[in-house]
T-cell receptor, first 112, second 116 residues
Framework: GQSLEQPSEVTAVEGAIVQINCTYQ??????LSWYQQHDGGAPTFLSY????GLEETGRFSSFLSRSDSYGYLLLQELQMKDSASYFC?????????????FGKGTRLSVIA | EAGVAQSPRYKIIEKRQSVAFWCNPI?????LYWYQQILGQGPKLLIQ????????DSQLPKDRFSAERLKGVDSTLKIQPAKLEDSAVYLC??????????????FGPGTRLLVL
């Protein structure tokens, strides 16, 4: 089976940097993704890491270490609109398919 | 490009009743997914279609849930009969091709179901 661990809540100040960690255990691994979901909204894709290292997209970066079964999402220059839930999700082997398996999410609150 | 459409947005039913949800994916997207998201948790895949064929329904409670995508475009998810624990948001998502590792999934706004 698969399991993912991420903090349930994080609070950070506007303009600051925040890191959301994710550790996972899977049977087979085909990459780590991050999704953002505002309250009442749809999850939206942020990033994907298939290989070790850092991927940067604007203010957001994501890192993966396959040997440590660990990744993180880094949000820089935080804005109030970044207040949302952030989910890590692994691609793992399941009955011949490689579905996305989501963590429980980290609720980020950005305060002034 | 229009996003993933879902209806209804909200539904309240009593336990043991039936309910159906509809999803229209992004035009041209071959792969369609239904997820269940219980409050405070991440989405959980219920079923994945590639065109009109089922790729993965290993987590679909088949005694009460069913889904179809007859013409390879829109899809319906049905619950019959509903239980209290089915209260959740049902999310539909689509992706362009084969659902490969790096492929982005685009989610619809979801249907919020409350079973009383």
């Amino acid at each position: 089976g698969q399991s993912l661990e991420q903090p349930s809540e994080v609070t950070a100040v506007e303009g600051a940097i925040v890191q959301i960690n994710c550790t996972y255990q899977t049977s087979g691994f085909y990459g780590l993704s991050w999704y953002q979901q505002h309250d009442g909204g749809a999850p939206t894709f942020l990033s994907y890491n298939g290989l070790d290292g850092l991927e940067e997209t604007g203010r957001f970066s994501s890192f993966l270490s396959r040997s440590d079964s660990y990744g993180y999402l880094l949000l820089q220059e935080l804005q109030m609109k970044d207040s949302a839930s952030y989910f890590c999700a692994v691609r793992a082997l399941n009955s011949g398919n490689t579905p996305l398996v989501f963590g429980k999410g980290t609720r980020l609150s950005v305060i002034a | 490009e229009a996003g993933v459409a879902q209806s209804p947005r909200y539904k309240i039913i009593e336990k043991r009743q039936s309910v159906a949800f509809w999803c229209n994916p992004i035009s041209g997207h071959a792969t369609l997914y239904w997820y269940q998201q219980i409050l405070g948790q991440g989405p959980k895949l219920l079923i994945q279609f590639q065109n009109n064929g089922v790729v993965d329904d290993s987590q679909l409670p088949k005694d009460r849930f069913s889904a179809e995508r007859l013409k390879g475009v829109d899809s319906t998810l049905k619950i019959q009969p509903a239980k209290l624990e089915d209260s959740a948001v049902y999310l539909c998502a689509s992706s362009r091709a084969s659902g490969g590792f790096q492929e982005t999934q685009y989610f619809g706004p979801g249907t919020r179901l409350l079973v009383l």
